[in-house]
């Protein structure tokens, strides 16, 4: 079988590339890793023509040829290293059109490795708005290779760019020419060391010269020849580099001279600029950004109130239903105290979860999110940390698993390993549901001047919480962890543009998908284990849990209904859940909570939402009215031994700072695992974490108890 005809996508970051990608490729796209590394890697296949299909790769973004993280170094070794098996037939070189000069940069170091190119021009909308006209049939007849315009986001040009691609893979065409005169830089030893590495390219041989003792496709014979030759020229890769650069830039001038032509020589001030000076001013740009965290916090409440409410009576009307319509017994129980409360009690919280991502999602779009990385570098730098850890921190109230992949970005080792380990502090889409169901319990539903709820700045607060003591936990760990390695905080800030709505609905239904996929088959698994353990217990205690309770029956007919709600308290609580719960009570019981709370929070390390649907499981296994009462309302009137109400105020807000700060997540470990490849650093985060989660939750409850 043939290898498929392979494009790679290349580019500067915010050139548009994963837009193109996903309007190549639509939904024929999967995620994989890069082999022997932890980059992702997204492929997928386009139809380019009836008769031609070619697979896509999308490589990480890059500003040139010479890498700094890990991500820019797997484009490195995809490109350079031609038994690479993801090296492409052909490359489509991604350039900004409003940042041109900057983006022919990275393209003559592409068309230098003699691999067949075509420039695809983004951001031509934005160049106009700027005064900036491009001649692209110049360009690239100066370039010698094909360019085409393109508007990904709204699918323009897409089909000019088929026909590029389509009359390049059947050119006949040999080679490309040089951009540039690379042996009249270097000198006779080029074409050796080429000849050495059997490469076809002399900007590639200069790659080898620069980095011999890293490539792994140079053997061990090839770097010793290499080495001797360029000890015996005087070889100083420093000075090689800084001249090939200058070289570039100089045929670069005199392309833009005669492409480009600009209204006005001074550079005119569009809308982004405009923005700018007030969303990134010192003062109010920090203003505005707490401003759109609190909207942010005070929708997830307000907008998801009525599909919330409707989703829960719509399992109250399943239960009830179901309780009219199926006999008692063993069957039913396992159906509706079981199965239905299991998922019925994280099913509520979808529509908060669909409204978080679509609300982070136009933050992005909009290309407001870049510029809170922009505002909070000053705060990282406080830290130990700088803008670029920003990023996945922001991911992390998403999913920490991802958050934690983007990290690689980072080129600085230290700085990478402290983002890693405070990054789950930060509150993800998983603490959502156990912090609004707490938050609706414990903390009254009041509003101050008609626009501040209550609840909803609880809300944030646990968000800022989070936030400040990842920032306190790095600032710790910058001193413990010793590195004389300095980065530099570089990044371009991307134009401001409409969202687009129709990603926007497709991404918050995607999430809603994958949660409850994702979510659910965890939830189901547990509901069932958790109600086997809730609905049976050692035979001799159960034993006399019927016997005590059928005699009080007897005795006392007239209270058939306490007696009956007492009793299914008693065979919870003798079953095998309830002794599971009551050995880690003593534990526990310091920061408020019951042997009920004790049993979800060892449930919920495989997930922390998996906290509500196991208090669904438990507050309804036995319950004689199954369906009657929503679990708000059967956790509102949930009593201890004692009479007094489990989820006071102290209690509720000892739970909420326990979930702040607690790793109760084991994809989280694992991948912290795989990312820093030992176990040495999640068994310290899990420890450090699960500290400060029980000491802070302890405070809590005493302060307010």
């Given at each position: 079988?043939?290898?498929?005809?392979?494009?790679?996508?290349?580019?500067?970051?915010?050139?548009g590339k994963s837009s193109l990608f996903n309007a190549l490729t639509g939904l024929n796209q999967k995620v994989g890793n890069f082999p022997g590394v932890t980059v992702d890697k997204k492929t997928g296949v386009s139809k380019i023509s009836e008769a031609f299909t070619a697979?896509i790769i999308d490589l990480p973004g890059t500003y040139s040829l010479y890498p700094k993280s890990a991500d820019e170094q797997v484009t490195y070794e995809v490109l350079l290293n031609q038994e690479n098996i993801d090296r492409p037939d052909l490359i489509i070189v991604i350039a900004d059109a409003s940042n041109l000069k900057r983006n022919l940069l990275f393209c003559s170091q592409i068309i230098d490795l003699k691999i067949p190119v075509v420039i695809a021009l983004t951001m031509m909308d934005i160049a106009r708005?700027?005064?900036?006209?491009?001649?692209?049939?110049?360009?690239?007849?100066?370039?010698?290779?094909?360019?085409?315009?393109?508007?990904?986001?709204?699918?323009?040009?897409?089909?000019?760019?088929?026909?590029?691609?389509?009359?390049?893979?059947?050119?006949?065409?040999?080679?490309?020419?040089?951009?540039?005169?690379?042996?009249?830089?270097?000198?006779?030893?080029?074409?050796?060391?080429?000849?050495?590495?059997?490469?076809?390219?002399?900007?590639?041989?200069?790659?080898?010269?620069?980095?011999?003792?890293?490539?792994?496709?140079?053997?061990?014979?090839?770097?010793?020849?290499?080495?001797?030759?360029?000890?015996?020229?005087?070889?100083?890769?420093?000075?090689?580099?800084?001249?090939?650069?200058?070289?570039?830039?100089?045929?670069?001038?005199?392309?833009?001279?005669?492409?480009?032509?600009?209204?006005?020589?001074?550079?005119?001030?569009?809308?982004?600029?405009?923005?700018?000076?007030?969303?990134?001013?010192?003062?109010?740009?920090?203003?505005?950004?707490?401003?759109?965290?609190?909207?942010?916090?005070?929708?997830?409440?307000?907008?998801?109130?009525?599909?919330?409410?409707?989703?829960?009576?719509?399992?109250?009307?399943?239960?009830?239903?179901?309780?009219?319509?199926?006999?008692?017994?063993?069957?039913?129980?396992?159906?509706?105290?079981?199965?239905?409360?299991?998922?019925?009690?994280?099913?509520?919280?979808?529509?908060?979860?669909?409204?978080?991502?679509?609300?982070?999602?136009?933050?992005?779009?909009?290309?407001?999110?870049?510029?809170?990385?922009?505002?909070?570098?000053?705060?990282?730098?406080?830290?130990?940390?700088?803008?670029?850890?920003?990023?996945?921190?922001?991911?992390?109230?998403?999913?920490?698993?991802?958050?934690?992949?983007?990290?690689?970005?980072?080129?600085?080792?230290?700085?990478?390993?402290?983002?890693?380990?405070?990054?789950?502090?930060?509150?993800?889409?998983?603490?959502?549901?156990?912090?609004?169901?707490?938050?609706?319990?414990?903390?009254?539903?009041?509003?101050?001047?008609?626009?501040?709820?209550?609840?909803?700045?609880?809300?944030?607060?646990?968000?800022?919480?989070?936030?400040?003591?990842?920032?306190?936990?790095?600032?710790?760990?910058?001193?413990?962890?010793?590195?004389?390695?300095?980065?530099?905080?570089?990044?371009?800030?991307?134009?401001?543009?409409?969202?687009?709505?129709?990603?926007?609905?497709?991404?918050?239904?995607?999430?809603?998908?994958?949660?409850?996929?994702?979510?659910?088959?965890?939830?189901?698994?547990?509901?069932?284990?958790?109600?086997?353990?809730?609905?049976?217990?050692?035979?001799?205690?159960?034993?006399?849990?019927?016997?005590?309770?059928?005699?009080?029956?007897?005795?006392?007919?007239?209270?058939?209904?306490?007696?009956?709600?007492?009793?299914?308290?008693?065979?919870?609580?003798?079953?095998?859940?309830?002794?599971?719960?009551?050995?880690?009570?003593?534990?526990?019981?310091?920061?408020?909570?019951?042997?009920?709370?004790?049993?979800?929070?060892?449930?919920?390390?495989?997930?922390?939402?998996?906290?509500?649907?196991?208090?669904?499981?438990?507050?309804?296994?036995?319950?004689?009215?199954?369906?009657?009462?929503?679990?708000?309302?059967?956790?509102?009137?949930?009593?201890?031994?004692?009479?007094?109400?489990?989820?006071?105020?102290?209690?509720?807000?000892?739970?909420?700072?326990?979930?702040?700060?607690?790793?109760?997540?084991?994809?989280?470990?694992?991948?912290?695992?795989?990312?820093?490849?030992?176990?040495?650093?999640?068994?310290?985060?899990?420890?450090?974490?699960?500290?400060?989660?029980?000491?802070?939750?302890?405070?809590?409850?005493?302060?307010?108890?």
């Amino acid at each position: 079988m043939s290898r498929q005809y392979t494009i790679a996508l290349v580019g500067n970051p915010n050139s548009g590339k994963s837009s193109l990608f996903n309007a190549l490729t639509g939904l024929n796209q999967k995620v994989g890793n890069f082999p022997g590394v932890t980059v992702d890697k997204k492929t997928g296949v386009s139809k380019i023509s009836e008769a031609f299909t070619a697979s896509i790769i999308d490589l990480p973004g890059t500003y040139s040829l010479y890498p700094k993280s890990a991500d820019e170094q797997v484009t490195y070794e995809v490109l350079l290293n031609q038994e690479n098996i993801d090296r492409p037939d052909l490359i489509i070189v991604i350039a900004d059109a409003s940042n041109l000069k900057r983006n022919l940069l990275f393209c003559s170091q592409i068309i230098d490795l003699k691999i067949p190119v075509v420039i695809a021009l983004t951001m031509m909308d934005i160049a106009r708005q700027k005064g900036i006209t491009i001649d692209t049939a110049a360009l690239s007849a100066m370039m010698s290779v094909p360019v085409v315009t393109v508007n990904p986001r709204r699918n323009r040009g897409i089909g000019l760019l088929k026909k590029a691609i389509i009359d390049q893979q059947q050119s006949k065409r040999t080679s490309l020419p040089d951009f540039i005169d690379l042996p009249a830089i270097t000198g006779e030893w080029l074409q050796e060391v080429k000849l050495i590495s059997s490469l076809n390219s002399n900007y590639g041989a200069l790659h080898v010269a620069c980095n011999y003792n890293e490539l792994r496709y140079i053997s061990a014979a090839q770097r010793i020849r290499i080495a001797a030759l360029l000890g015996e020229a005087g070889f100083h890769k420093s000075k090689i580099q800084a001249e090939e650069i200058m070289h570039r830039y100089r045929k670069i001038d005199t392309i833009m001279q005669r492409c480009v032509a600009t209204d006005s020589p001074m550079k005119r001030m569009v809308v982004s600029d405009r923005l700018d000076k007030v969303l990134l001013h010192p003062v109010y740009g920090n203003l505005i950004l707490l401003g759109v965290l609190f909207l942010l916090f005070q929708s997830i409440f307000w907008l998801a109130r009525y599909p919330m409410d409707w989703v829960e009576q719509g399992f109250v009307y399943a239960g009830n239903g179901l309780n009219a319509i199926l006999p008692a017994g063993i069957f039913k129980d396992l159906l509706v105290n079981g199965l239905l409360a299991g998922i019925s009690g994280i099913a509520i919280f979808v529509p908060q979860i669909m409204i978080l991502f679509g609300l982070i999602t136009i933050l992005e779009d909009s290309g407001y999110m870049a510029r809170i990385s922009f505002l909070t570098d000053r705060i990282m730098r406080s830290a130990g940390l700088n803008g670029r850890s920003v990023m996945p921190l922001i991911s992390g109230m998403a999913c920490a698993v991802p958050a934690i992949m983007a990290a690689r970005t980072i080129q600085n080792r230290k700085e990478r390993l402290i983002t890693i380990m405070v990054t789950p502090l930060m509150s993800c889409s998983a603490r959502l549901p156990v912090y609004t169901m707490l938050i609706a319990l414990v903390v009254p539903e009041h509003t101050f001047l008609g626009v501040f709820n209550l609840q909803g700045l609880v809300l944030m607060g646990l968000y800022l919480l989070g936030f400040f003591m990842a920032l306190l936990v790095a600032r710790v760990m910058n001193f413990l962890i010793t590195s004389k390695e300095r980065t530099f905080f570089l990044m371009e800030l991307p134009v401001y543009r409409q969202p687009r709505w129709k990603n926007v609905g497709t991404t918050m239904i995607e999430k809603g998908k994958i949660f409850i996929r994702d979510v659910g088959k965890v939830i189901i698994v547990l509901a069932l284990v958790l109600w086997a353990l809730a609905a049976f217990g050692p035979p001799a205690e159960m034993k006399a849990v019927e016997e005590k309770y059928t005699a009080l029956a007897r005795l006392h007919p007239d209270q058939q209904k306490e007696i009956d709600r007492e009793h299914a308290t008693a065979k919870l609580e003798h079953s095998f859940a309830g002794i599971m719960g009551h050995s880690i009570e003593p534990l526990i019981r310091p920061l408020g909570y019951d042997w009920k709370i004790g049993i979800a929070l060892i449930t919920s390390f495989a997930a922390r939402e998996v906290f509500v649907g196991t208090m669904a499981t438990l507050y309804s296994v036995g319950d004689m009215e199954a369906g009657k009462e929503t679990l708000h309302e059967k956790m509102k009137e949930a009593k201890r031994d004692d009479g007094s109400p489990v989820y006071t105020l102290a209690a509720g807000l000892s739970l909420l700072i326990f979930y702040v700060f607690a790793m109760q997540c084991m994809s989280t470990l694992a991948i912290v695992k795989r990312e820093t490849r030992s176990w040495k650093y999640p068994v310290i985060q899990f420890v450090y974490m699960f500290s400060i989660a029980y000491l802070s939750a302890l405070f809590v409850y005493q302060i307010f108890k």
